[in-house]
């Protein structure tokens, strides 16, 4: 915690003890069967009533300023449970996410009271939601097309993770992390070979490959869009910005082993076995963010980076150099 006192001061004042490592919830134990899903629903109430009670804490404490504060559980509920809402979506009866939603809800209605007129509350989501039904192995699909190459005899061990597999002397491209596909870009790369002067054509390469995939098994075409760099990022750290950000199709998503640099063998698409079964790591347009706020929203798309530039403008602040602008 920052200052240094503030975990102390929490325990001392409140009387628990709260997690401060890594996600509280514990979707890893869940998806290895460590723990089942009344434990680990246990678990993540446990979290929000810890969460609740430091929020209240703080809340009541404040003179004047900014308090913001993050609610993650609602995040790793969906993520696990999102099988019950593509199941069952009209009934409240044993859904996990309609219930923590209406958890949240109640938070609400205990804070409304407490804040005066001339208070601003803005209720954000980072982002929303869908099913993730199949694994897409970026790296395989760029092994396949003869864009990234595996050093010759690469063992199993080896393409598994963190691009150990690689040979960086012939690789054009490769992905790590989620819906990211890097250039093995000369001066950039330890041993990148692409010249800037290539990039250009080998980009509208893979952009066309990448529209033209097919999973055959349903007939579907997951690549809904692909975005270059340029076309979202700017400032001074474009330069290690990935070259093309992969907009998916609600149903897929890169593959746990794509976030880790393997290059699994055998087909693109895997089925989704695991109970993390709900995502958002596809195309921004299908999944929107909620805002919500105690004063009339003027902005017709309101988007995620007004929430900072809403809260410079009420605080007296410049706007200066800020992609977002004020909700009113």
Not at 15 to 38: H, R, S, V, W
Not at 240 to 268: D, H, M
Request: with cysteine.
């Amino acid at each position: 915690s920052t200052p240094g006192s503030y975990s102390r001061e929490i325990v001392e004042e409140l009387g628990m003890y709260f997690p401060t490592l890594g996600m509280p919830e514990d979707t890893k134990a869940l998806m290895e069967g460590a723990l089942d899903d009344n434990s680990f629903l246990q678990q993540c109430y446990q979290t929000l009533e810890v969460q609740e009670r430091i929020l209240f804490k703080e809340l009541n404490s404040l003179k004047g300023g900014l308090l913001a504060f993050v609610f993650d559980t609602p995040d790793r509920v969906q993520h696990m449970f999102w099988r019950d809402i593509k199941g069952c979506p009209e009934t409240r009866e044993n859904q996990p996410i309609l219930q923590v939603y209406e958890y949240m809800d109640r938070v609400i209605g205990k804070l409304l009271p407490l804040i005066d007129a001339s208070a601003i509350l803005i209720i954000s989501s980072a982002h929303g939601f869908a099913n993730f039904d199949y694994a897409v192995h970026m790296n395989t699909f760029l092994f396949e097309k003869g864009y990234l190459t595996l050093k010759q005899g690469a063992s199993v061990t080896e393409r598994s993770g963190l691009l150990q597999a690689v040979d960086w002397s012939r690789t054009k491209a490769y992905a790590v992390g989620f819906n990211s596909i890097y250039l093995n870009l000369a001066g950039r790369e330890k041993q990148g070979i692409v010249n800037s002067s290539e990039v250009p054509q080998l980009t509208a390469e893979i952009i066309k490959a990448l529209k033209e995939l097919r999973h055959a098994e349903r007939g579907v075409f997951p690549v809904e869009n692909v975005y270059k760099k340029e076309d979202i990022y700017h400032g001074r750290h474009l330069f290690n910005a990935p070259y093309l950000i992969v907009g998916l199709r609600p149903g897929y998503r890169f593959s746990w082993q794509t976030a880790l640099g393997g290059i699994p063998e055998g087909e693109i698409f895997s089925q989704n076995e695991k109970k993390w079964n709900g995502d958002h790591c596809i195309d921004y347009t299908f999944v929107p963010g909620v805002v919500l706020s105690n004063k009339k929203i003027q902005k017709k798309d309101p988007r995620l980076t007004d929430i900072a530039a809403t809260i410079l403008k009420h605080a007296g602040l410049p706007l200066d150099g800020l992609d977002g602008e004020p909700l009113f």
